[in-house]
């Protein structure tokens, strides 16, 4: 897959960015608050239907502005036309998604179409993090693996949000605010219900792709570190039903009626995906615990190795891979060992702060945010 031309239109601090791309290595340089995180990001964005850094669609927008456009050319071979996926995020709202200037659709329609794995100064907190970081992970990964997955998880957020709004609702008919008590426990049975359903569907697909990642991740964790670690990913669904047989349905709802009275005090979903955890483990131990700095590093490049692994054998065509500022992070080891991977890839984006920063990559393509950013306010193209 290449990306031959991206489009930025009131995306974080770019008011406009048009930005040229060709096969090979392209690298961003420019100091800190130009922008150039926020180039990759975009692409990101395109490709899982998410950013690893926002939770809400508010601060991709530029400021002042109600909405963000970002399109992208691309195409899986030189001779063949390319084809331009759309979105357009919205400060509140439903983002939307167009391709080839098409109807508008959601955003889960163009999810997975750019194949792509970003390594950032953030993949040591997939290791080290909190357990949100290591869901949005899985998340935006089976969200490109996984078709109709990232349907589910919206209807999912959806269906969790209802229920955790009628749980408030019978908080107070507890204590004697509400007169609707009875329409409210009718209401909360079928989001229940909706909620047991839509979240074993993405508690199996997690289950799945922690499956697939494993053996990838264990043997590039094994090479990488040269010293013949044992690594491992455990999966831990707060519904531990969905582990242990037939019929978890019928045996989570009588889960959640045990924890009502629990649920209703405190106005929340008590299980589910979104409580879910993935324990990275180094020869047999929790590494968040117990892994060095440095192991903790190779972890995650490993993580994020193996994804690419996986989006290669699904799609074909190699993903593009995306360097964010990761250099200035490691060691001259890890360098190496992410520098040989980046060269053997077909599109590579890196982004870095100074130019002492540029890896020595024959024949990569410099370009200078800080120009960049100059020819953009003066209407110039890239």
Known sequence: MVVSRL??????????????????VTILQGANGLGKTNIVEALEVLATGSSHRATSSLPLVQRGHTQATIRANVSDEPD?????????????????????????????????????????????????????ARRQFMNQ?????????ADQLQRFTHVAKQRAALLKQLGAAERGFDAYRDTALTGLEIWTGQYIE?????????????????????????????????????YEPSFAEVLD????????SQHFQRLYAGEVTRGQNLIGPQRDELVVQLNGMPAREFASNGEMWTLGLALKMAVYELLNQEY??????????????????????????????????????A????????GAHVI????????MEHGEDA
């Not at 489009?7 to 090979?24: I, V």
């Open 7 to 24: 489009a930025l239109d009131h995306f974080r601090s770019w008011d406009h960015c048009l930005l040229d791309l060709t096969p090979g």
């Open 80 to 132: 063949e036309p390319p084809t331009t996926i759309e979105a357009t995020i919205r400060a509140k709202g439903a983002n939307r998604a167009r391709i080839n200037g098409g109807s508008s659709r959601y955003m889960r329609d163009i999810a997975g179409m750019i194949p792509l794995v970003a390594f950032t100064p953030d993949d040591q907190r997939l290791v080290a993090g909190d357990p949100g």
């Open 141 to 149: 990964t089976a969200s490109m693996l996984m078709r109709g997955y």
């Open 198 to 234: 839509l979240g074993l569907q993405i508690t199996r697909a997690r289950i799945d792709l922690v499956e697939r990642l494993q053996r990838p991740f264990a043997d590039l964790v094994a090479r990488l570190s040269g010293a013949g670690e044992q690594a491992s990913l455990l």
């Open 245 to 252: 047989g037939d019929d978890p349905a019928a045996r989570i």
């Open 316 to 353: 074909g065509p190699q993903p593009v891979v995306v360097l964010d500022d990761v250099f200035a992070q490691l060691d001259e080891t890890r360098r190496a060992q992410i520098l040989a991977f980046a060269q053997a890839q077909r599109q590579v984006i890196i982004t870095v702060a």
């Open 355 to 362: 130019a002492s920063d540029i890896p020595p990559i024959a």
């Open 368 to 375: 200078d945010v800080h120009d960049l950013r100059a020819r």
